[in-house]
Structure formats: C-alpha cells, structure tokens
C-alpha cells in the first residue's frame, strides 16, 4: 500500500469515528429476561418465563436474571430445546413451604451464577406435598454448576440441601448449606473448583456423590476452602475420591473422608471424627477381608487426623509416597485393634512424612513395611497422658519431636531421616518449638527430657 492510500485509509478511521464515536466494545448481551420476585409472585421482563401465583417457570435455554423475595413458591427450569440455562441470583430470596425452592425438571445442563456482592438464600419447607422428587431444596435433574462471586444460603428442611442427578461442579462463591439429611450431592460426581464452602448436616452426609456404577460417584477436590459439620460421612464418593488442592477442614462427623478408592495428592486436609478419619473400603466385603479393590494413596499435602477409631484406614492396600500425615489416633479399645494406621493389605511408605499415636500406632494383622522408607515405631510400658512430648532423637540430634493432642500407648515414626535396621532413642519431656501440624513441630530440644526406649528402625511388636 502507498503512502496516499494509507493516508487515505486512515483518513477514513478517524472521519467514521467523528461521526460515531470511539470504536465499538463488545457489547454484554442482555438476559434472556429479568425475573423481580416481589412477595406473592414474580413479575417478568423478556421472554421464556410464566407465572402463576408463586410459581415460576423458565420454559426455554437462556439468561435468567433473579432478584427478589418469593415468600412461598419457586423457580422452575422445563425445557427441552437444546442449549443451557444460567441462572443469575441477584439477591434472590425463595423459600418454598410445600417443596422445593429452586427446581430443574429438564434442561441440557444449568448454571447457576451467584452474582457479585450479591446474598441469595434458597429455603425449603420441612414436609414436601410431593412424594417423589424433587426432594432437595435445590434440585436438579442435569447437569449442574455453581459459579460467580456472591454468596449462596440454603436452608434444607426437608432432607438434601444440593443435589444434581448428573454431574455437580462448584467453580466459586461463598455457599453455606444447612441440612437435615446430605448437604451437597452430585449423584454421578461432585467436582470442588473453587470457593468458600461450609455445611452442616444434622443427619446425614456433608459432601457425596453416590452412584454405584463404575465410573461415577466419584468426589474431586481441585481447590476450595470447605468446612464440614457433619453427623455420617463428611465427604463421601461411593467409588472414588480425589484431594488435588484446596482447604479441607471437617469439624464433626462419623467418618470424615470415606470411599473406595482414596488419592490425596496435595491441598490441606485437617479432620475430625468418631469413627474412622479416613476410610477405604470395599462395599459389601466382610471388614476383615483384604479387599484387592480398596486403597489409600497419599502422594503429597498435608493432613492431619483426629479419630475416635482408625485415623487411616483401608481395607485393600495404604501407600504413603509423600507429603506429611500426623494421625491422633484412639485412646480407647483393645490394642492391636484401631490403631493410628490400619491397613487389612500391604502398607507401603516410599516418602513423606508420617507420625502416627493412639492405643495402637499399626493395626496391620503384622504386615508391617519391610521396604522402601523405614519407620520407628516405640511402644510404651503405661499410657502417655494428653500434653506429652516425645522426641526422635539419633545420638545428640533431635529428628521429631510431637506433642500428643490425647491419651497414647504407641507411636509411629517414618522419615527419610530414618534409617532401616539402626537404632533410635526415644524421649518425653523437653520442649517443642517452631511451627505445629496436629502436634508434630519442626524443632524442639531433650534438655530436661528422659530418655523412654531404645528402638530399632522397621521393627514393630505390639505391646
């Protein structure tokens, strides 16, 4: 191009943008219509959407936007076009005194956006007229995602807090969920992208996905910040589970994290329970059978334990490949029974860190370790009350030093620090110092200790 033609063109450009302004920005496309929810009913903005009384219906694929109050009624998705819905809840407050609040009937898959600086609350009645479904306060026959940066309250009466029948992702938002029975379920899977995520349920699961077929009921944790109260399981996958990343952090339940097939990879994860901390099992196998399908894999993360039985518990195969695991185990059954670890398989340590206290530290039927990284694991003569601090100490070197959280009888120890077939002297008192993860601390000193027991690495008899 020559230089007239250029001046030209430019010439051009800057005459059309005289005449209508600054060059276009993509223009936002407008809801497929705006849903104000104002009491008793809802008046409508666009298309797609009838009303009748307190009930609303969103019959085509689209933009919802919602705001408002319904007192007694709910929003409904029925469509059979192709295409996805998205629901933006802008300060949306729908409570249902029969049903459920928030319903999908039918759609090719749903988006529900929590929309920025924006508090919705979903509320559903405590006795459904309805026999079958829906049977959450929201339900959802498809395919189901919660996204944006709003918050989210729900308030199940009934039973279910969430549910979708497909396949659940959270990718953000703040959503608090108060149930009677499970709090968040994705039948076929439940997927945590992100987030800020709190539950309580009074008698049921916190987090779950429980189809039997193979390749579903599967949970994965990719990052987040989840809090669970629970009465059952806290996070439950019928067949698989998954912590890639993200902040677990389960204040109450019977089992904490429980499925078949169990891989921690990274993230947080710190839990509390009555029964089993983390449990892999068979369903249907007899719990004293070594199940071939059962496993735990920690390969790296943090994760720390408090259990009222087994801290880790498989009944299949237990591998620790890295990251760090502090166990504070039972204080209360025969030992040889729970135990901080518990494997009806092979139990396998290659890497990582692992501390491990409780009446019992290795319940494993005397399929200890033989191979890879080695471990200490000293057994006392009396109890060790709450508050006692025992060192790993290596001639004048302190290797771990912990601080119990409970009532023990054994410990377990397995570090790369540890050498298999050398000897350890074990001591209680002294100090700890430095930074804790559930009691195991990154220093302490023996000044004002005693020495306990002399132990030798990778050996382990049951007292």
């Known amino acids: 191009m020559n230089a007239s033609v250029r001046r030209t063109a430019v010439l051009a450009v800057l005459t059309t943008a005289l005449v ?16 104000t929810l104002n009491g008793a009913s809802a008046t409508v903005s666009g298309s ?3 009303v009748a009384g307190g009930a609303v ?7 919802y936007d919602i705001s408002g109050t319904l007192n007694n009624g709910y929003v409904k998705v029925d469509t059979t076009a192709a295409g996805a819905v998205e629901l933006i809840l802008n300060g949306a407050s729908i409570t249902n005194q029969s049903s459920s609040a928030l319903q999908v009937a039918n759609a090719d898959a749903v988006t ?10 979903i509320t559903d009645a405590s006795t459904y007229t309805n026999t079958d479904e829906p049977d959450a306060a929201i339900f959802s026959t498809a395919g189901l995602t919660i996204a944006g940066t709003g918050a989210l309250n729900v308030r199940a009466n009934y039973q279910d807090g969430i549910v979708s029948k497909d396949n659940l992702v959270i990718q953000s938002g703040t959503i608090t969920v108060n149930s009677v029975d499970d ?11 992100g987030g800020t995520i709190n539950v309580t349920s009074t008698a049921g699961d916190g987090i779950k996905s429980n189809d039997t077929e193979v390749g579903k009921g599967i949970v994965t944790i990719n990052n987040g910040a989840i809090t669970v109260a629970s009465a059952d399981d806290a996070i439950k996958g019928q067949n698989r589970l998954t912590v890639a990343g993200g902040t677990i952090n389960v204040t109450r339940s019977f089992e904490a994290l429980e499925t078949m097939e169990l891989s921690i990879t990274g993230g947080t994860t710190n839990v509390v329970s009555t029964d089993d901390s983390i449990n892999a099992v068979e369903e249907g196998l007899d719990e004293f059978a070594t199940s071939t399908k059962a496993y735990v894999r920690i390969s790296g993360g943090t994760v720390i334990a408090d259990a009222g039985k087994d801290g880790l518990d498989s009944n299949g195969s237990l591998t620790l490949s890295g990251g760090t695991v502090v166990v504070n185990g039972p204080t209360s059954g025969a030992r040889g029974g729970d135990g901080a670890i518990d494997a009806n398989g092979a139990i396998s340590i290659t890497g990582g860190v692992l501390l491990g206290a409780g009446m019992t530290s290795l319940a494993t039927f005397g399929r200890v ?3 890879g990284q080695s471990f200490v694991a000293p057994v006392f003569t009396t109890n060790r009350a709450a508050g006692t601090i025992v060192h790993v100490v290596q001639g004048s070197t302190v290797l771990a030093s912990y601080r119990s959280a409970k009532t023990f009888f054994e410990v377990v120890y397995s570090s790369n620090r540890i050498t298999n077939g050398q000897s350890y002297d074990i001591y209680t008192g002294g100090t700890v110092t430095g930074t804790s993860t559930g009691g195991l601390y990154t220093g302490g000193s023996i000044t004002g200790a005693t020495r306990a027991l002399t132990v030798t690495a990778g050996r382990y008899t049951r007292g």
């Open 20 to 35: 209508t302004g600054p060059l276009a920005v993509a223009a936002v496309a407008a809801p497929t219509a705006t849903i």
């Open 48 to 50: 797609n959407v009838t």
């Open 57 to 63: 219906t969103i019959t085509a694929p689209g933009q």
């Open 183 to 193: 709090s968040i379920r994705g039948k076929d899977s439940l997927t945590v992208n």
């Open 112 to 121: 529900i956006t929590l929309a920025a600086g924006k508090t919705n609350t």
């Open 369 to 371: 370790p033989t191979g």
